[in-house]
């Protein structure tokens, strides 16, 4: 179960505030969900995206700065918003850092010792997460799919790949496609995996839509602006691009590139309601 620590109408539906005790990663967690107004009534099971948000951010950014609930109203689906890693768990430099550690999981379920206790944030996602909302909430669990930002970008396609019985489909903001060739990503996975590269492809996008062969075709829409200050050191944005045309028999891709915007929330506000309008279509 989950406790409702605030509710805000929004959009003739509700953003509410959730606390709930997660198992898997020994700690108290909040997410934020955005609640059509028909959600629950008279038994109504909504669809949902879940929304993965990236570096220094929490339950609240996506909720709060994209506009994206006035889009969800209009096609009757939920947001679903968890945080970007455990509070308070006091792991080894997980709060040294803007770009490792608390705030910062990179959606990954770790395997050294200092940090697998808790770290444990793919399965959080795909598994605790999911299970809850989809008994707790609303939700009809047949009609879910993921979406991300930047790092969370990075985690809605390695979520949506592994799961893709649980998710229909992917969409991103400026992802970190490949995070063992980027610095932030060879920083998270040492700390979080060891040296093992082996271990690190489970959590490699671009080599997971490269070897992708799932239930189904996944369709994955991609987002990038042509300003974004980390495009060529961090996201690699083009190795998606390749990966995708390598596999076209098992992932239907699209990439759409915006001429002069950066990697903020304002860029992410831009489109956010051709994403959500993009996701309606395959959670009919």
């Known amino acids: 179960m989950a406790q409702l620590l605030s509710s805000s109408a929004c959009f003739d539906g509700h953003v509410n505030k959730y606390q709930h005790t997660s198992a898997v990663l020994g700690c108290d967690m909040r997410f934020t969900a ?62 040294a850092t803007w770009d ?34 989809t008994h707790f909430l609303p939700i009809d669990p047949s009609r879910i799919s993921v979406m991300g930002h930047s790092v969370g970008g990075h985690g809605a396609l390695t979520v949506g790949l592994h799961h893709a019985s649980k998710f229909r ?24 995996l060891g040296p093992d590269r082996d271990l690190w492809a489970r959590y490699d996008a671009a080599y997971l839509v490269r070897t992708y ?11 990038q602006g042509t300003n974004d200050q980390f495009l060529r050191d961090q996201l690699h944005t083009r190795m998606l691009v390749d990966a995708a045309s390598e596999n076209a028999k098992n992932v239907s891709f699209s990439y759409r590139l915006r001429a002069g915007y950066d990697h903020g929330y304002f860029y992410v506000a831009s489109f956010v309601g051709e994403h959500v309008e993009w996701h309606a279509k395959r959670l009919v």
């Open 34 to 95: 955005f609640l059509p107004t028909h959600a629950g009534a008279g038994h109504t099971r909504v669809p949902a995206i879940f929304f993965l948000s990236g570096l220094t951010c929490n339950e609240d950014n996506f909720i709060s700065k994209s506009g994206a609930p006035m889009f969800a109203a209009k096609h009757g689906i939920a947001l679903i918003c968890p945080d970007t890693s455990p509070r308070g768990v006091k792991c080894k430099d997980d709060t």
């Open 100 to 133: 490792f550690g608390e705030g910062a999981s990179y959606y990954v379920d770790a395997t050294t010792d200092e940090y697998k206790q808790h770290y444990q944030m793919h399965t959080y996602v795909a598994d605790e997460l999911f299970h809850l909302v």
């Open 169 to 192: 489909c992917i969409s991103v903001f400026a992802p970190m496609s490949s995070a063992p060739n980027c610095p932030w990503g060879v920083k998270a996975l040492t700390n979080l």
């Open 213 to 223: 062969s799932g239930p189904r075709k996944m369709e994955i829409l991609v987002d």
